[in-house]
């Protein structure tokens, strides 16, 4: 059948089919629950999917949604014209496609044969609102635009002949057309049936989103790596610039190395670093916290043990040092060493030599130690507890590293440093600091230095809203503030030290905005007028001056206007 013999059906079957239901909030179409939604709406909702996931991925996530709405109403079409002849059961859906408000449409071609699985369609379609919302965000395109109205066609048909139908639109009105025109035959019937099923196949973007989060966590891991391998000190103060540059001295040579410091100021990291930059490099680098392992362990430990040593040493076992060798290991904690272990590792200082635990035989290492300390050991020395040879031989070349209270303007780089690591770690989108909380920072005392300081940072990052900044709450409870004199309450009971931290606060403000003083200065005064309502006594007291201050100032702003 043509369209010339085939005359569209009366609609008053179906409009009776739509009811209102104001008073539970519905809209049914037959027994469907539809939406009377802003096409503005809907544009905009394909707007940001289109820029979001792409134009392909848009269009199929569109078309699949008209496809679903096509066999929706296909199902609805049998039910409503019983009676009537296949054609004009079948033109429910254009015509309630109509009724919905999508596109008008006037059939060119209308063959349609059941038995024979016989089914060509072309349509006029009119008023699409796709193509309006389409030209409307993106102007005249390239590729036609009806991608609903082309699902729907197609769930529709497909739902109702029982059989694959695709439809394709040849010419639409967001390329520049007159009106869209479509065409809808049996799936192997096209020439190109491959780009046109695969919108309809489930997209698979859950499955590679998956897919792209675990490469990220890969790869995020493999920088953290990165990052500790470079064991980059971090700092541009003089006091650690002046151990760094130590540092570099002993890179070369099998010096012994003492570093000194503060737990907690990053001793291990030192050590780490002199590695890397020495030529043992590609060779072990062993830490031992010394205060860690219980003394009756630590020598059998550090030095291996042979079979049959003690009861329950059934195996030989090499020592820390044996597995170091070559390389460098790094002693912790060295003051608490027992006498003993002082004595055998003297031996390996000065004669590269070492017996395992219960053993007899001597084995050679090639060790670079470097030992680290918090204790005075030259006071342990006078007490007797650290022996004086052992001590003198460590002593060759100290570096002290530091404290962190001693390197305040170091701050900043360390809390962007362990940002940029924590919120990798925590997969958090982190702003930054507030300056607020830097500020705070900046005067702790921090007795328990870079550990600390970075300890503070991870909890911030933990409690700190994706997308936000840092702020003080947010690291409050690891900080003892009240030990913090710039916080403290003042002699006369003020909170002068607190008010200057917010006044520098203030000043970065200004200049990052590039105010204008004057300005600043004349928005401070009228506003101090207008919360003591014109009173200017009032006023100037509030701004900390005498009123004929006040009038002073005031009758300057007068003069420049
Ligand atoms: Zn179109």
């Excluded at 544009?43 to 848009?58: M, N, P, Q, W």
């Excluded at 919108?199 to 953290?224: A, F, G, K, M, P």
């Excluded at 009971?493 to 003083?517: H, P, R, T």
């Amino acid at each position: 059948m043509s369209n010339a013999e085939f005359i569209t059906p009366s609609i008053d079957d179906l409009k009776q089919r739509i009811r209102f239901s104001f008073e539970t909030g519905h809209v049914w179409l037959g027994e469907q629950r539809m939406l009377l939604m802003h096409s503005e709406a809907m544009g905009s909702l394909r707007k940001e999917l289109i820029e979001t996931v792409g134009i392909e991925r848009a269009k199929g996530i569109i078309m699949r949604t008209g496809f679903h709405a096509g066999v929706a109403d296909a199902k609805l079409a049998i039910q409503l014209r019983p009676d009537a002849s296949d054609e004009e059961q079948f033109f429910v859906g254009p015509q309630l496609h109509q009724l919905e408000g999508f596109v008008r449409v006037t059939p060119l071609k209308f063959e349609m044969d059941l038995k024979k699985k016989h089914f060509h369609m072309k349509l006029l379609w009119g008023s699409s609102y796709e193509s309006e919302e389409h030209v409307k965000a993106f102007g005249i395109s390239k590729e036609s635009a009806c991608w609903m109205e082309v699902g729907y066609a197609s769930g529709y048909s497909s739902e109702y002949t029982g059989q694959s139908i695709l439809f394709a639109e040849h010419e639409c009105r967001a390329c520049g057309h007159d009106s869209c025109v479509s065409e809808g035959k049996p799936v192997a019937e096209w020439d190109n049936p491959e780009e046109l099923t695969k919108y309809y196949e489930s997209d698979s973007i859950v499955d590679q989103i998956l897919d792209l989060r675990d490469e990220v966590v890969t790869l995020r891991t493999s920088l953290i790596d990165v990052e500790e391998k470079n064991c980059k000190v971090i700092g541009t103060s003089t006091a650690i610039k002046e151990a760094l540059a130590l540092l570099g001295k002993a890179v070369q040579g099998p010096v012994t190395v003492l570093l000194l410091g503060e737990t907690g100021v990053g001793k291990e990291l030192f050590a780490r670093s002199l590695h890397r930059r020495s030529d043992r490099e590609e060779q072990a680098f062993i830490a031992v916290n010394c205060a860690a392992i219980p003394d009756d362990l630590l020598e059998a430990e550090l030095f291996g043990v042979d079979k049959g040593a003690y009861t329950g040493a059934h195996q030989s076992r090499e020592g820390r040092f044996e597995r170091a060798n070559g390389g460098t290991l790094f002693l912790d904690e060295i003051g608490d060493l027992s006498y003993s272990a002082q004595a055998k590792l003297l031996r390996v200082l000065q004669e590269g030599e070492l017996e395992r635990v219960g053993g007899t035989s001597v084995v050679s290492v090639d060790v670079r130690v470097v030992a680290a300390t918090h204790a005075n050991l030259l006071e342990r020395v006078e007490k007797g507890e650290f022996r004086r040879d052992l001590f003198y031989r460590l002593n060759v070349f100290p570096i002290s590293i530091p404290a962190l209270r001693e390197r305040p303007g170091d701050i900043r780089l360390l809390v962007d440093s362990f940002i940029a690591r924590y919120k990798v770690k925590y997969h958090k989108e982190i702003k930054g600091i507030t300056q607020h909380a830097m500020a705070q920072l900046e005067i702790q005392p921090w007795p328990g230095n870079i550990r600390e300081l970075e300890n503070s940072i991870e909890r911030g990052v933990l409690l700190c809203e994706d997308g936000e900044k840092i702020e003080l709450q947010h690291l409050f409870a690891m900080m003892n503030i009240e030990q913090s004199p710039e916080a403290a309450v003042s002699p006369t009971g003020g909170l002068k030290d607190v008010k200057k931290g917010i006044y520098n606060q203030f000043v970065d403000m200004f200049f990052e905005a590039q105010n204008n003083l004057f300005e600043m200065e004349e928005t401070i005064l009228k506003e101090a007028l207008n919360r003591s309502k014109g009173n200017m006594s009032k006023a100037a007291r509030a701004l900390g001056m005498t009123r004929p201050q006040l009038a002073y100032r005031l009758g300057k702003l007068d003069d420049k206007e």
